[in-house]
């Protein structure tokens, strides 16, 4: 069973960067993919962003597409989730999580494994 740690959420002004990290204890990465979702208050979490088990291909939801990228270090055991040209709508508890297959799915319930979130508050 892998567990994950989510961290670098914070305080940012629109139009600014942050860098999400996701890390992985109790066992590696290897044969998972990786996606990030978010939740804000009063709504559903919503897939954001996703990385195939070999780290050669992602997917985005179209509210992030050409502001957010995805990669993956096996190395560090960690997914990092790079955020450019934020938004206050951006606002929102994010999510790392970990399931066993070959490419990233868009649903939530296709995940097994979830980090505690870390939030991401942008100021206008």
């Known amino acids: 069973q892998v567990q994950l740690v989510e961290s670098g959420g914070g305080l940012v002004q629109a139009g600014g960067s942050l860098r999400l990290s996701c890390a992985a204890s109790?066992?590696?990465?290897?044969?998972?993919?990786v996606g990030w979702f978010r939740q804000a208050p009063g709504k559903e979490r919503e897939f954001v962003a996703g990385?195939?088990?070999?780290?050669?291909?992602?997917r985005f939801a179209d509210s992030v597409k050409g502001r957010f990228t995805i990669s993956m270090d096996t190395a560090k055991n960690t997914v990092y989730l790079q955020m450019d040209s934020l938004k206050p709508e951006d606002t929102a508890v994010y999510y790392c999580?970990?399931?066993?297959?070959?490419?990233?799915?868009?649903?939530?319930?296709?995940?097994?494994?979830w980090g505690q979130g870390t939030q991401v508050t942008v100021s206008s």
């Open positions: 109790g066992r590696t990465f290897s044969g998972y993919v």
């Open positions: 990385i195939s088990r070999s780290g050669k291909s992602a």
């Open positions: 999580a970990a399931a066993i297959r070959a490419f990233a799915s868009a649903n939530v319930r296709d995940y097994e494994y």
